[in-house]
């Protein structure tokens, strides 16, 4: 079946370090791929998704590229802020009727 | 109002109690599902409806119950749970029934505590 891994946390940056969270996929065919984010006492919001291979997503100076030769779909960030302290969570859609596999996610720290 | 509101935001429950978790969508969205979100574990799909129809039982214990009676409003009817029930309780929405394809409307969640 389809299953999402993503990197353990917490992961601790200082504002303005690089950020990698790191997601492969295993599914059949050719999924969408999304990463969502969930802040401190909210529910998931969709952050940024890709539907085929070689797309990037990007919103938020966030950017994640579906690779499909390394089934990965890694999220980025230049420069992080303060703001950005949340769980991120991977997750894809390989069609089947309406089934998401999701991440166990990963809990980002930034500290001043 | 816009987006996916539940309510309530916290419920603590003892175990012979019954409660209901009420979510409620203005998007226009055809599909709502209601999702389970406990500690160190992905997310667990619990049921799924498509134009009021439940489309997706995901192996559900009967304490739980859902109903949809319009595609606006959707609800989760709880009753002699039990601890490991305790988590954070998510609705979404989708455009239709290909919608995760375009991702989901989710709302806040409502925190849920048996004891």
């Known amino acids: 079946g389809d299953s999402v891994t993503q990197m353990e946390g917490p992961v601790t940056l200082s504002e303005e370090a690089f950020l990698t969270i790191n997601c492969t996929y295993t599914?059949?065919?050719?999924?969408?791929l999304f990463w969502y984010v969930q802040y401190p006492g909210e529910g998931l919001q969709l952050l940024l998704k890709?539907?085929?291979?070689?797309d990037k997503g990007s919103n938020k100076g966030f950017e994640a590229t579906y690779r499909k030769e390394t089934t990965s779909f890694h999220l980025e960030k230049g420069s992080v802020q303060v703001s950005d302290s949340a769980v991120y969570f991977c997750?894809?859609?390989?069609?089947?009727?309406?089934?998401?596999?999701f991440g166990t996610g990963t809990k980002l720290q930034v500290i001043p | 109002e816009t987006g996916v509101t539940q309510t309530p935001r916290h419920l603590v429950m003892g175990m012979t109690n019954k409660k209901s978790l009420k979510c409620e969508q203005h998007?226009?969205?055809?599909?709502m599902y209601w999702y389970k979100q406990s500690a160190k574990k992905p997310l667990e799909l619990m049921f799924v409806?498509?134009?009021?129809?439940?489309?997706e039982n995901n192996s559900v214990p009967s304490r739980f119950s859902p109903e949809c009676p319009n595609s606006s409003h959707l609800f989760l009817h709880l009753h002699t749970l039990q601890p490991e029930d305790s988590a954070l309780y998510l609705c979404?929405?989708?455009?239709?029934?290909?919608?995760?394809?375009?991702?989901?409307?989710f709302g806040s969640g409502t925190r849920l505590t048996v004891v």
């Open positions: 979404a929405s989708s455009q239709d029934v290909w919608g995760p394809f375009y991702g989901y409307t």
């Open positions: 599914a059949t065919g050719y999924p969408s």
């Open positions: 890709a539907t085929k291979a070689d």
């Open positions: 997750a894809l859609f390989s069609g089947g009727y309406q089934k998401v596999t």
């Open positions: 998007l226009g969205h055809n599909a």
């Open positions: 409806y498509s134009l009021e129809e439940r489309v």
